[in-house]
């Protein structure tokens, strides 16, 4: 044999085994979820007991939800969201009010 080509004698230890948890690839936010219901629901809450008559509920209704779904997908969504409710609340009041006046003659016209 050539001396260039000698055989090494291999040991080897005691396999080693490590248990491995992955984390998640995103923060677990189901517990935010519920949160962020629970927060959308108080507010909705106080903002209808507001309102003297219940006829403004789907968009305020429709306000929330869209507030809720802007807010899921910032980093903070508890945080943001009672800002854009408000601001989302708003908007659907004044354009519910603006549109007061066609409801009648639209409900007229759906009659014929």
Do not use: D, H
């Not at 992955?22 to 677990?28: K, T």
């Not at 909705?44 to 869209?66: G, I, P």
């Not at 009041?93 to 007061?100: C, D, G, P, S």
């Amino acid at each position: 044999m050539n001396e260039s080509n000698r055989r090494v004698p291999t040991r080897f230890a005691p396999e080693i085994r490590f248990e491995v948890i992955p984390a998640p690839p995103a923060p677990f936010r189901a517990v935010q979820e519920t949160a962020l219901e629970r927060l959308k629901t108080r507010l909705l809450v106080e903002r209808l007991k507001e309102l003297a008559s219940a006829e403004f509920n789907c968009e305020l209704r429709r306000a929330a939800n869209e507030a809720a779904e802007l807010a899921w997908v910032t980093c903070y969504p508890l945080l943001v969201f009672p800002a854009l409710f408000e601001e989302r609340a708003e908007t659907a009041l004044a354009n519910a009010v603006r549109q007061e006046p066609a409801r009648p003659r639209g409900l007229e016209v759906l009659a014929v």
